[in-house]
C-alpha cells in the first residue's frame, strides 16, 4: 500500500492569500499591489505599510 503524499503548498498559498486580502484591506491597496508587495518584501510589515502608501500617493 503507498503512502499518500500530502500537498503542503495548499498552506502556503491559503496563507499568502489571507496576507494579500489584509495588506489590501489595511493599506486600500489592491489586491494585485499587495501580492506584488509580498512577493518583495515578504512579510516586513512595516516596510510593506511604507510601500503601500507610497502607492497610494502615486
Not at 500530502?6 to 492569500?17: I, M, W
Not at 491597496?29 to 497610494?56: F, I, N, T, Y
Amino acid at each position: 500500500m503507498a503512502a499518500k503524499k500530502t500537498n503542503d503548498t495548499s498552506r502556503v498559498v491559503k496563507g499568502a492569500e489571507l496576507e494579500v486580502e489584509h495588506l489590501a484591506e489595511v493599506t486600500d491597496v489592491s489586491p494585485k499591489q499587495a501580492r506584488a508587495l509580498l512577493r518583495k518584501h515578504g512579510a516586513d510589515w512595516q516596510k510593506l505599510k511604507d510601500e503601500a502608501e507610497a502607492l497610494k500617493e502615486d
